[in-house]
């Protein structure tokens, strides 16, 4: 078990595109592209997204992953915005017997949304979306914003993707607290190759304080198939203004199993030393706990969680060569009745932003 | 199930306030003079403070910037305000930033 496993199975658990979405959405983004007459502040169709190279270094063995993520963003009026993410991924390994590196390449939609901004509390959404469910998977996922590479234990506990509809928003409650919603149904697959989704109904609330910038919340999901499990988590994000210090944190609990994850991020631009060097570095570190459930062990491990209960602290440094390209190199160490291991991880992210359209004048 | 069904009145409702509860522009970056607060830009009915000179909206984006984008991601460079426009419809929706937010990050990364 390995957090290379764990990817490869959460990646699976994702789930392969709807064809009929895709072709959905191939056919509106040219009409988006078409409809889009020159105004100088009328939103662009823009193709962004991430990439990265990674190696993943365990105790046996070493995982050459590549990816490329791309997001597509396709504005349509004054409300409406079809947003979709791909990801094609190629995890390559040198056979144990000798040998060429190689390995399967995986192609799939994370999401694929139209989203209608109904009024300033209310934003609808329909179609294939990330399920809601604690901070990570919606906001920290992509190559180049995660801190660490190597996913949280607790990843793949309900955020299989949803497909159906949400309701969310965000709006102040006060001078000194925004509220934001998610509430959502997932209610079938999508298409005929989309097999792992499952119809669930849950929400997420949280609330931000801009002052100290800290935002606490929860979350809540409810199985409507087979057993109709609960499951609830909890998360924390807080930014010290006064230091340039990140703290994140999550909770989950289901019948699948539950844990936690608390992850500090600190710039080292306040260093009076190297600072030509240091002012782009950044210094890790996440700790982290999983606790097995009424799962069994294989159930576990083929939707990417520890098949045993687990201990993890990871290390690491990130170094931005500039705001969009980094490297990262990190090391952790995981113990586990099922073995401990060492986790070794080196390699460059890098995110990308391609106008689909006439730009007009640069800021 | 008559529990049921209250229920899904009430969250029906409920929907139905939110979503009516006032006109909103998505996306389409304001004024660049920022003089004045748009009522259509979907904030006018939140509580917040409405910035109405440049320089007020420049500092607000910039600490809502900070405050808001800055927890997760690194600061990207500013794109041209067709771009930008894009960027922070799809991220208020993804990171579910009040409108007001949207509306003074977009003017402070369009200058």
């Not at chain 1, 995982?63 to 995890?91: C, S």
């Not at chain 1, 988590?233 to 936690?260: I, T, V």
């Amino acid at each position: 078990m390995s957090f290379v496993c764990r990817n490869t199975a959460l990646r699976r658990l994702r789930g392969n595109a709807s064809s009929g979405f895709i072709l959905f959405l191939l056919l509106l983004a040219p009409a988006g592209i078409a409809a889009q007459t020159f105004d100088t502040e009328k939103p662009i169709p823009i193709l962004t997204g991430s990439a990265g190279a990674f190696s993943f270094v365990t105790s046996v063995q070493n995982l050459i992953d590549t990816q490329i993520n791309p997001v597509l963003l396709v504005p349509l009026g004054d409300r409406w915005l079809i947003e979709a993410r791909a990801e094609f991924e190629g995890e390559f390994q040198r056979p144990p017997d000798g040998g060429p590196y190689g390995g399967p390449v995986d192609k799939h939609v994370d999401y694929a949304q139209v989203d209608y901004i109904a009024s300033p509390y209310l934003t609808i959404t329909a179609g294939r979306f990330l399920t809601p469910f604690g901070i990570f998977n919606e906001r920290l996922y992509p190559v180049w914003v995660r801190a660490l590479q190597p996913d949280p234990l607790i990843l793949p506990i309900n955020t299989a993707p949803s497909d159906g509809a949400m309701f969310r928003g965000g709006f102040p409650v006060s001078a000194k607290a925004n509220l934001n919603y998610a509430a959502y149904v997932s209610v079938a697959s999508i298409g005929i190759d989309s097999v792992d989704s499952e119809r669930h109904v849950g929400g997420r609330m949280g609330f931000f304080f801009p002052g100290p910038r800290l935002e606490v919340g929860g979350s809540w999901q409810r199985t409507l198939q087979d057993d109709r499990k609960n499951a609830f988590g909890f998360h924390l994000a807080w930014q010290p203004e006064r230091a340039p210090l990140n703290l994140r944190s999550e909770f989950a609990h289901s019948f699948e199993g539950s844990g936690y994850w608390v992850e500090g991020t600190y710039r080292l631009s306040q260093a009076h030393f190297w600072q030509k060097a240091l002012r782009r570095t950044e210094v890790v570190a996440r700790l982290q706990q999983f606790y097995t459930g009424e799962i069994g062990p294989d159930d576990a491990d083929s939707i990417g969680l520890p098949a045993a209960d687990t201990r993890e602290a990871d290390f690491g440094v990130n170094y931005f060569f500039h705001n969009a390209l980094k490297g990262i190199v990190s090391y952790g160490r995981l113990f586990s009745s099922a073995g401990n291991a060492n986790q070794w991880s080196f390699g460059i992210a890098y995110r990308f932003v391609i106008p689909l359209g006439r730009v007009g004048a640069q800021p | 199930m008559k529990i049921h069904f209250q229920g899904m009145s009430l969250l029906l409702a409920l929907l139905c306030a939110l979503a009516f509860a006032s006109p909103v522009s998505a996306g389409s970056p304001s004024n660049p003079k920022g003089a004045t607060s748009n009522r259509n830009d979907g904030s006018a009915a939140a509580p917040v403070t409405h910035l109405t000179d440049a320089g007020s909206m420049r500092i607000a984006g910039e600490q809502r910037f900070r405050a808001n984008c800055a927890r997760c991601h690194a600061a990207p460079e500013k794109f041209p305000p067709r771009m930008m426009g894009t960027i922070l419809r799809h991220m208020r929706v993804r990171a579910t930033i009040t409108a007001e937010d949207q509306r003074l990050i977009l003017f402070y990364m369009t200058q």
